[in-house]
């Protein structure tokens, strides 16, 4: 009887255990079912997260906690920011046009970005194309040293290389000169080698600030929310955005080790107050500085025939702004679609109603790096090119440098600039900024950009497909599984 007692005591605590155990799992796995189904937009997302909860005690709630939640709340509903701009959005919508301005069918991809962002068409604005650094960074220098108000800078990637350095001088003149300065940079993007500006840009006492560094508690979930947009604003009257970091690499004339090609705009007109609030909203975020007024916004000026809108999106109020447009415009098109892109991830949605596209008779061109720095997403694109060439898609893969442009061109008269990818990272996961045009002289300008590239480049075709070796097969489809986190 005396040594029994032990023993039953130990057999009662291992049973409490079980169940403390069991329970504690099925309350975890409760929440997460119970939080997707409530927060979560797509069925297969539901179902993959609610079954890993269920399946893989506490790992699966952890793995939910750290990657499935959205954290952000980073509006300018949030912040208290939509009342101090609203003299300045009263401003530029004084540009406004309806969006039967634009003829149809181009006119449904209007109304469809007017419904998502609910923001106007602005009438009057000038988009200049600027090629790599060599034609980009002269006119961003340019600009700086001519501030007389204001400058705002935002970026993914800062170089503490010759280019940046060339940026932080600019920078603490025009600061020295009396200007408003600001300068916000992405907590990842900023440790890419390499590194050390925010440490110049505060020796100077120039403002600055890293977006949303990610914390030990969130390291996982936030190094995915990144701020993945390029907006410099200069004056509130001039602005520049695209797919260019400040880095050396893209000053080809330079000969730099790791070239790189991209594409970058120079903005004029009404659109250029979106830009700045974009900015704003995202420093605001970051800092809690209310921007607003002098100097940062100016009395917008009629520049050009460009009628424009920004397209803000991001894992927030803004979500799918991107991907509804790309859909918009794609279902729009009538004769000819042309994508630039480095990176080709799209989910299938958009896989679908490009096959759908081409389908229509309309000509589909895909313009992509034969090789980019990112060789895991080379193999996980590879397994969605059979079913797009089997529709009739184009597929040019250019030789390197490696060429980073961003560009969306629809029917000679419809563009898509700005710093998005085609892939689920950018129309997901990251913050980007695009501007959406309607004008036929700035295709105009467009179309022999691309026309080069696919001169330089080699057409994919489905024998080379048919080609590859098993062992590669199977690698790019192994890869092709981590697709919605690539």
């Not at 002269?138 to 940046?164: E, W």
């Not at 600055?208 to 979930?221: D, E, H, I, N």
């Not at 000819?336 to 309309?362: H, N």
Request: proline letters at 6%.
């Amino acid at each position: 009887m005396e040594s029994s007692l032990p023993t039953l005591l130990l057999q009662l605590l291992h049973g409490f255990a079980l169940w403390l155990i069991s329970s504690v799992h099925i309350a975890l796995a409760m929440a997460v079912t119970l939080h997707a189904l409530m927060k979560k937009d797509e069925v297969h997302t539901a179902v993959g997260w609610i079954g890993l909860a269920w399946l893989a005690p506490f790992g699966g709630a952890l793995a939910y906690w750290l990657l499935g939640i959205n954290r952000i709340g980073r509006t300018g509903v949030a912040l208290g920011l939509r009342e101090a701009w609203q003299s300045e959005g009263d401003l530029a919508e004084a540009f406004a046009v309806p969006d039967e301005a634009v003829d149809a069918p181009l006119g449904g991809v209007a109304r469809v970005a007017r419904q998502v962002t609910g923001k106007p068409l602005l009438a009057g604005n000038s988009v200049l194309p600027l090629s790599d650094g060599d034609t980009a960074y002269p006119a961003m220098l340019s600009a700086i040293n001519a501030a007389r108000q204001s400058v705002t800078l935002l970026t993914y990637i800062f170089h503490n290389d010759a280019v940046g350095e060339a940026f932080v001088q600019a920078l603490a003149s025009a600061q020295t000169r009396g200007v408003q300065v600001r300068v916000l940079i992405d907590a990842v993007g900023s440790r890419y080698r390499p590194t050390g500006v925010l440490r110049r840009l505060r020796a100077l006492d120039i403002p600055c600030a890293s977006f949303l560094p990610p914390s030990f508690t969130r390291v996982l979930s936030q190094v995915n929310l990144r701020n993945h947009r390029k907006i410099l604003v200069v004056d509130g009257a001039v602005g520049f955005t695209g797919g260019m970091n400040i880095s050396a690499n893209h000053w080809i004339r330079m000969q730099p080790a790791t070239p790189v090609h991209c594409l970058h705009f120079e903005v004029r007109g009404p659109v250029v107050t979106d830009m700045q609030r974009a900015f704003a909203t995202d420093w605001a975020f970051t800092t809690r500085e209310r921007l607003h007024g002098a100097p940062w916004f100016a009395v917008p000026q009629s520049s050009g025939s460009v009628l424009a809108r920004g397209v803000t999106d991001g894992p927030d109020a803004d979500m799918d702004h991107m991907r509804q447009v790309m859909l918009g415009a794609l279902a729009a098109a009538r004769q000819r679609v042309r994508i630039v892109t480095p990176y080709f991830l799209p989910d299938e949605v958009i896989l679908s109603t490009l096959q759908t596209t081409a389908l229509r008779g309309v000509a589909v061109d895909i313009v992509l790096p034969v090789r980019s720095n990112l060789p895991l997403l080379d193999w996980a694109m590879r397994p969605q090119f059979d079913e797009l060439l089997a529709a009739g898609c184009r597929i040019y893969l250019t030789p390197a440098p490696f060429d980073h442009a961003k560009l969306l061109v629809v029917d000679g008269a419809w563009a898509l600039i700005g710093s998005t990818n085609w892939d689920a990272r950018s129309l997901r996961l990251n913050f980007e900024y695009n501007i959406e045009c309607h004008d036929a002289e700035l295709v105009r300008a467009l179309d022999p950009l691309i026309d080069t590239r696919i001169v330089h480049a080699t057409p994919l075709d489905a024998d080379e497909l048919a080609r590859q070796r098993l062992p590669a097969r199977l690698r790019n489809r192994a890869v092709w599984l981590l697709s919605p986190y690539l």
